[in-house]
């Protein structure tokens, strides 16, 4: 698909500076985009960049005002979201599978298979399993007894889910993720050796959740593993068995949940956090990158560091840390001097 500027800016519902002939199809990052290209700019901090783009126009935000190339400007309220909705008009065509069962797919006699339900090269689908309308199963998927699938779900290659987990409609779930498997539960005994506990619970997962690539969720010990409507988790995060997360929690890469944690609606974990067992990580509370949390956190909290302090004490205690070697050279002086003035005291 071509458009022109002009015609991106009404389909949008912004005004646009500059050439509105101009003429694009296809979107690039603001460094590395040519003439023909569209990018955006969200982040003061590509200034410099959005004064030497290539671009042939820029989505940015109403109030710009830094220099800017030759490229035509589309002023907008919210840049990420304006660019975004143009990368589906230029995104290339999603592949298309064909409705049906592949030959080498194993599917069992008693599977409920709604309409135009794609089951690709390689699938095994075990006893009592439900798939709904327009379900796609890439190649490769596991699906264990009794799993449930809603309408238009779609499983990428070597995706697992085993028996009885509950997964919703208009799910995405990436390549290698495992769904179910046994939670990490032991008793010990007095010489320290580990007894498997039977973790007999599931796995329940909402709608519109989007799971990335080699993601682990664990079953429930007893009870349910839960995941909200519209969860968003990023590649190699770990939840573990009876986590509960709340609607629209964000988990990024490498998070790991211990077991019985909640992440209430809203909340948002950044990359590589990890979170003790049965805490509670509060409604639209933030934890930022590589925290470690070790008590629960209230809502709408910004909490960084490890362990996990709120992100005004952690500012000072990087601010003190960074003078930590003029500290100890005014210790040492001072050690010094109660030496000399000592040295100088009549005996006792």
């Keep these: ?5 002009a015609e991106i800016a009404a389909k949008l519902g912004a005004a646009f500076e500059g050439d509105g002939a101009a003429q694009v199809g296809a ?3 603001v460094r590395e985009a040519v003439p023909g290209e569209l990018s955006f700019i969200a982040n003061p901090r590509y200034a410099a960049d959005a004064a030497v783009t290539r671009a042939s126009a820029l989505i940015v935000g109403k109030d710009w005002a830094k ?3 030759a490229a035509a400007l589309i002023r907008v309220s919210d840049p990420d979201k304006a660019f975004a909705l143009a990368a ?6 999603a592949p298309k599978w064909p409705a049906g069962v592949h030959p080498t797919a194993v599917v069992a006699a008693d599977v409920q298979l709604g309409r135009d339900v794609v089951i690709g090269p390689h699938c095994v689908i075990e006893p009592g399993v439900s798939l709904g309308d327009r379900c796609v199963l890439v190649a490769q998927c596991y699906l264990g007894h009794h799993v449930s699938i809603g309408a238009d779900t779609k499983l990428y290659p070597q995706v697992s889910v085993r028996e009885r987990v509950q997964i919703g409609q ?6 290698g993720t495992v769904i179910g498997s046994d939670g990490f539960g032991y008793t010990v005994d007095a010489q320290g050796v580990r007894t498997k506990i039977p973790q007999l619970g599931t796995v329940v997962i909402g709608d519109d959740v989007e799971l990335g690539a080699n993601v682990a969720i664990d079953r429930a010990r007893f009870g349910r593993t839960r995941l909200g409507n519209g969860v968003k988790i990023d590649n190699l995060v770990q939840v573990a068995h009876n986590c509960v997360i ?3 929690a964000v988990l990024c890469g490498q998070v790991g949940l211990s077991g019985s944690t909640e992440v209430e609606h809203h909340a948002i974990l950044a990359g590589q956090v990890g979170v003790a067992g049965h805490l509670v990580i509060g409604a639209g509370a933030v934890v930022g990158a590589q925290a470690g949390v070790s008590k629960d956190i209230p809502p709408k909290a910004f909490v960084l560091g490890a362990p996990a302090v709120p992100r005004e004490e952690f500012g000072r205690m990087v601010a003190h840390m960074s003078h930590l070697g003029e500290y100890k050279q005014r210790l040492v002086a001072l050690e010094k001097n109660l030496a000399a003035l000592a040295a100088k005291l009549p005996p006792t």
């Design 67 to 69: 220099p800017c190339s």
């Design 27 to 29: 979107l690039a990052g």
């Design 1 to 5: 698909m071509r458009l022109s500027v």
């Design 88 to 93: 589906e008009w230029f995104a290339p065509s």
């Design 246 to 248: 709340g609607d629209h």
């Design 170 to 175: 208009r799910c995405i779930i990436h390549n």
